[in-house]
């Protein structure tokens, strides 16, 4: 990353245009076409022992709710070195995914959503104290 970074820098000094122009058409034109932005919050917030919701969004780079996608969702529950339930969250509409998840022990639970739509995915980590 350090390298694209010095390189951006770079051609933008020779060229005189500025290196957030060359960020942008990078990121256009380069691997980041495939990528969805994924992110995720708790109801309640903070979570709370027992069924809490978690609910996903997933958009396109653009930020367009992506729909029809697969949203899977592991956790596990790192100070007590077990793994919790796998989650598979339904479509709620306008790129937001549901699925509600017993958080049946009081410790902090880890997870890791992935979610793809054609050839496009994308990940992110919640974590959170439940208490």
């Known amino acids: 990353m350090k390298t694209i970074a010095r390189f951006l820098l770079s051609l933008a000094l020779l060229t005189g245009t500025p290196a957030s122009a060359w960020a942008a058409d990078s990121m256009k034109s380069g691997d980041a076409r495939g990528k969805l932005v994924v992110s995720a919050a708790f109801t309640p ?69 992935m979610a793809s739509a054609g050839a496009k995915s994308g990940s992110a980590k919640l974590t959170a104290d439940v208490k």
């Open 45 to 113: 917030a903070p979570p709370k022992k027992g069924f809490d919701l978690i609910t996903v969004t997933v958009k396109d780079l653009r930020g367009k709710p992506v729909t029809g996608a697969s949203v899977k969702i592991s956790s596990n529950m790192p100070s007590m070195a077990m793994s919790g339930p796998t989650l598979v969250a339904r479509e709620a509409g306008h790129g937001k995914y549901v699925v509600r998840a017993n958080l049946n022990f009081v410790t902090t639970w880890a997870f890791d959503i």
